[in-house]
């Protein structure tokens, strides 16, 4: 045991120690957030304002179309044939035509431009005038345009669990969100510290490093040592990102708390009726934050670290394995498949899973031990009953135990074997060697 802990010592301090492991500990929270923050800025801020000039013969549409911060309507009283002539000198992104007859002939709408449309242009003129047209044809029916807006609604419902504990407000968004996204940091996770663990073992056996190793620590102690060490600078890694996210997190609702509650309070002031001012809680930002304290974040937390680890280990174990078999790098190549394809396939699956968390699929791929550790924890922030939760970290247990015994079978071989191609026959052999 003793040389299991040096070994787990030194790896640990000399990945931690570097320049890399601590620039993205300590930034990569910030990253994480900046890089969505860059994307939703260039989603909103990047789409240039768009001129549409609008040819209506059949003067229905004369108030519809409602100019915004990213669409200029621009309605003209000349004919289709002039509006084309001064299209293409004009600066216009698009010219529409809509015909005199576009009640009984909606198909004879056209679009007009130097280029084609966007899906998203496209499709808003056409709701546009679909509206109209139908509105057009429910006021000949009868109907008039009081009935038309009071029969339009907007339903937002509210989800709430029912357990033992009472009733709880839940959120589906966020569930799918956290649940994704301890999916994804696993999936990343163990495809990025079980290579490391794999290249450090290839390293050290092409550099005869290894021989100098194994003179004063068995095969087993060794690969133990690495897999264990490199687990902990995982562990302590995505430590540091928790506490650092929910620091994060904990300063940002604090600030957007106060600063949309002076808002809700000159609002309040302004109208004089509290019901004119949106609550703090109605904003966007502040419903995000409200639909994650919903779910059972201590809950979520304890599960991704133990799922994390488990499925670390199973992989790991594996990729020490690969890492002892081979020589080289390019040699590892031919027996990666059928390790990562297990991993992808979890990935896969948990698409599914997030429309049908409870189904059948869902419940087997969270108990198999190579899809359990991504598929379950996409499950848990929709809540999953405690004995299955019970029964897939046991089985994950006994899927890594049982993955380390045969990957130890082939380490204490393959680690001081040079020069030799081997194969996945050659490989069984070597499990029953004793």
Known sequence: MRNIFLVIKREYLVRVKKKSFLIMTILGPLLFAGFYA???WMAVGSVDSKTIQVVDESHLFTNEFKNTETLVFDHLDSGIDEAKMQFRESKANALVYIPKDVIKDPKGVRIYAAKNVSMEL??????????????????????????????????????????????????????????????????????I????????????????????????????????????????VGLTQFTLWILLTMGITSATSGVMASRFDGLTQTLDGQAGAASQAPAASQHPLM????????????????????????????YSAMFGAVGAAVDNDADTQQFMMPITMPIIFSFIFAQ????????????????????????????????????????????????FVGTIWVASRIYRVGILMYGKKVSYKELVKWVFYK
């Open 122 to 191: 496209k499709s808003s003129i056409e709701k546009t005038i679909e509206k109209q047209i139908e509105d057009i044809k429910l006021s000949q029916a009868g109907i008039t345009h009081k009935i038309l807006e009071d029969s339009r609604v907007n339903v937002q419902s509210e989800t709430i669990s029912l357990s033992d504990e009472g009733e709880k407000t839940s959120s589906s968004g966020a569930a799918t969100a956290i649940g994704m996204i301890c999916g994804f940091l696993i999936y990343l996770s163990v495809l």
């Open 38 to 40: 860059l994307v939703i």
């Open 352 to 399: 599914f899973v997030i429309r049908d968390p409870d189904g059948a699929l869902a419940f087997w791929t969270s108990m198999i031990p190579f899809t359990s550790p991504i598929v379950m924890m996409v499950r848990i922030p929709f809540g999953v009953p405690t004995w299955q939760i019970l029964l897939s970290m046991g089985l994950l247990i006994l899927g």
């Open 193 to 232: 510290y079980g290579t490391q663990v794999m290249r450090g073992i290839t390293e050290e056996k092409t550099n005869r490093i290894v021989e100098v190793i194994i003179s004063s620590v068995k095969p087993y102690h060794l690969m133990m040592g690495k897999i264990i060490g490199v687990a902990l």
């Open 287 to 314: 419903e995000v934050l409200d639909a994650v304290n919903s779910l059972n974040i201590p809950l979520i937390i304890g599960c991704f670290l133990f799922f994390f680890i488990g499925g670390y280990l199973l």
